[in-house]
C-alpha cells in the first residue's frame, strides 16, 4: 500500500507554473512497494488507470492500481526487459538480451507486433511514447533514439551524456522529455526536439539507484532497486 514515509525530499531547480510563489521538484511523501514482488524494479508505466513496473530478477511485468496497490496481475517478459511504456492502446517493451521491442496488451497478452533496433540501440535502457513515436534510451550511447510505431528508426536522436553518464529511463509528459539517471542520482528535463532545459532535480536522497520513471498525468514516478519501492514526485511550494 502507499505510504507516506518521509524522511527526506529533494529539491529541484523548478520554477513553479501559476501563481502561489516559486515551486521545485519534490518528493511527495507518497511511495508503494514493489519489492514484494520483484527485487530488482526497472522501467515503469502508466495507462490512466494502473502502473507497471518491470521485474528483472523474475522477468515479468507487475500490475498496480493507482493507489499502489498490487492487482494480482503479472505477465511474462523477454529477459532483460529495460523499458517499458503505453501508446495509448498497448504497451511496449524493449529488451537488452534480445535488442527487441515487443508490444503486449495491457492484459499481457503479446500481440505478435515486434521489432529488432540492435542496428541503432545497443544496451536499451528506457522506454517512452511521445504521442506519435517510440523512444529508445541507450545506456552505452548516453542517447534517446526516435522510432516510429511500426519500428522504423526516424534517423532523430539526442544525448543526455552531458547531464548524466548512466542514463536508465525516459518519460514523457505531453510538452517535455524527463530522463533519470544513476550517475547523477537526478532527473534532468529536454524539450521536444532533445535539448537540455537547465532543469533537474535530485533524487539521491530517497532512491540512490534510480532505474525507472513515468509521468501520470501531474506528477513524476521513479523506481529503483535500492529499495525496491516507487516514489511520488511532485511540483510543490519551495520551502
Do not use: C
Not at 501559476?18 to 530488482?40: L, N, R
Not at 524493449?94 to 521489432?115: I, M, P
Amino acid at each position: 500500500m502507499i505510504g507516506a514515509n518521509v524522511s527526506a525530499f529533494s529539491i529541484g531547480k523548478a520554477v513553479g507554473r501559476g501563481g502561489g510563489g516559486p515551486k521545485s521538484w519534490q518528493y511527495s511523501g507518497t511511495s508503494f512497494d514493489i519489492g514484494s514482488q520483484d527485487s530488482i524494479p526497472r522501467g515503469m508505466a502508466w495507462d490512466g488507470t494502473y502502473f507497471y513496473v518491470i521485474g528483472d530478477s523474475t522477468n515479468r511485468i507487475y500490475k498496480y492500481n493507482s493507489s499502489g496497490v498490487y492487482t494480482g496481475n503479472s505477465f511474462s517478459v523477454l529477459d532483460n526487459t529495460r523499458g517499458i511504456t503505453f501508446n495509448g492502446t498497448y504497451l511496449w517493451t524493449v529488451s537488452e538480451n534480445f535488442l527487441k521491442a515487443t508490444q503486449y496488451t495491457t492484459s499481457g497478452s503479446a500481440t505478435g507486433s515486434t521489432f529488432l533496433f540492435g542496428s541503432v540501440v545497443t544496451q536499451p535502457s528506457g522506454l517512452t511514447w511521445d504521442g506519435t513515436h517510440l523512444w529508445i534510451l541507450s545506456k552505452n550511447k548516453k542517447k534517446a533514439f526516435k522510432y516510429t510505431n511500426t519500428g522504423t528508426y526516424t534517423g532523430d536522436s539526442f544525448s543526455v551524456a552531458s547531464q548524466d553518464t548512466t542514463p536508465e529511463g525516459i518519460t514523457w509528459d505531453g510538452t517535455y522529455f524527463w530522463v533519470v539517471g544513476r550517475s547523477s542520482d537526478s532527473v534532468h528535463q529536454y524539450t521536444s526536439a532533445g535539448s537540455y532545459t537547465g532543469l533537474s532535480f535530485s533524487v539521491r536522497a530517497i532512491e540512490s539507484n534510480p532505474t525507472g520513471i513515468t509521468w501520470d498525468g501531474s506528477d513524476i514516478w521513479i523506481t529503483g532497486y535500492t529499495t525496491d519501492t516507487a516514489y511520488k514526485y511532485s511540483l510543490l511550494p519551495t520551502p
